[in-house]
């Protein structure tokens, strides 16, 4: 069936560095994705998106690469900051489903100072 | 930018009861709505879209007698649990497009729903 996916649930790392966190999706009718984070008991937050027409677009500190052959999305956070330390979600939304948005499992991002 | 309010933020109930949690788009109008729901240290999980003036659509295995939608007006959706369960304990958020044409979702800040 449809789904989108996180290949690692928790991510630590050291602040400063640079993080990656991936996700794959198994819908190739999908035409555009997006990242979000998420905080403990709040809502999602809007990070950043791309079209299935692009392969990457950055941000401030964050770049997402899509590679649609492969079905495979990341997110790439510059710097790390203790701030970011969140649950990371891609989404992805199916061509012609009315803008629903389907939800990978998500990706812990811890950052240790 | 575009906002998207919930009511209540927190809300316990006795199981039996029902709970209706609201969903206010306050700057821009939102003829389509989302409704997800979260367990704990898991994903968001689409249960319905909530269509201003018409029936909610509802996703496989979200019971429609359960979980009531409606969506009278542009700026305002709701969800009813009915009947709430101990089960029926989770995360509520509700989301809309931030204006028309708009292609990403604006998130409310969720409803924690404990049922005892």
């Known amino acids: 069936g449809e789904s989108v996916g996180l290949h690692l649930p928790t991510l630590s790392v050291q602040e400063g560095d640079n993080s990656i966190i991936n996700c794959a999706y198994s819908n190739s009718a999908s035409d555009y994705f997006i990242w979000y984070k998420q905080e403990s008991g709040k809502g999602p937050q809007f990070i950043i998106d791309i079209r299935s027409n692009m392969d990457k677009r950055q941000g401030q500190r964050v770049t997402v690469l899509l590679n649609k052959t492969v079905k495979h999305l990341s997110l790439q956070i510059a710097a790390t900051q203790p701030g970011d330390s969140a649950v990371y979600f891609c989404a992805e939304t199916p061509g012609n489903q009315g803008g629903k948005l389907i939800f990978g499992q998500g990706t812990e991002l811890s950052v240790k100072p | 930018g575009a906002v998207v309010s919930q009511h209540p933020s927190r809300v316990i109930c006795k199981s039996g009861t029902s709970v209706k949690i609201e969903c206010r788009s306050l700057?821009?109008?939102?003829?389509?709505m989302f409704w997800y729901r979260q367990f704990p240290k898991k994903s968001l999980m689409l249960m319905a879209t909530s269509n201003e003036g018409s029936k909610a659509t509802y996703e496989q295995g979200v019971e429609k007698d359960k979980f009531l939608i409606n969506h009278a007006s542009l700026t305002l959706s709701t969800l009813t649990v009915t009947s709430a369960h101990p089960e029926d304990s989770s995360f509520y958020i509700c989301s809309a497009h931030a204006g028309a044409g708009a292609n990403v979702l604006t998130f409310g800040a969720g409803s924690r729903l404990t049922v005892l």
């Open positions: 700057d821009f109008q939102a003829t389509t």
